[in-house]
Nanobody, 123 residues
Framework: QVQLVESGGGLVQPGGSLRLSCAAS????????MGWYRQAPEKQRELVAT???????NYLDSVNGRFTISRDDAKNTVYLQMFSLKPEDTAVYYC?????????????????WGQGTQVTVSS
């Protein structure tokens, strides 16, 4: 059983910073790519940032230069450091992981989502 648990969301003023964390647990063999998505009210979920097992990153244009994604493979954890937050960054942020897990002696690859954490940017 694999779980992703996010933390670090909250209320912050415009221009402020937050750091989101997402820890994967369970019978994990390896984690391929990890990423963060967000969904604002009445909008579709959008990709915010991704990081591969080799450390290659990719960002949504509107957050490039303000957000930084990183990962700690020893802790099976991905982070999203957010600076210069704007009201339009307000959304529920979801962690995603493409990983390989173990069931007995077999390996399986699947995609998992966290439960989401609310980020609200408001004065």
């Amino acid at each position: 059983q694999v779980q992703l648990v996010e933390s670090g969301g909250g209320l912050v003023q415009p221009g402020g910073s937050l750091r989101l964390s997402c820890a994967a647990s369970g019978s994990i063999f390896s984690i391929n790519a990890m990423g963060w998505y967000r969904q604002a009210p009445e909008k579709q979920r959008e990709l915010v940032a991704t990081i591969t097992s080799g450390g290659t990153t990719n960002y949504l244009d509107s957050v490039n230069g303000r957000f930084t994604i990183s990962r700690d493979d020893a802790k099976n954890t991905v982070y999203l450091q957010m600076f210069s937050l704007k009201p339009e960054d307000t959304a529920v942020y979801y962690c995603n992981a493409d990983l390989t897990y173990l069931r007995g002696i077999n390996r399986f690859r699947d995609n998992y989502w966290g439960q989401g954490t609310q980020v609200t940017v408001s004065s």
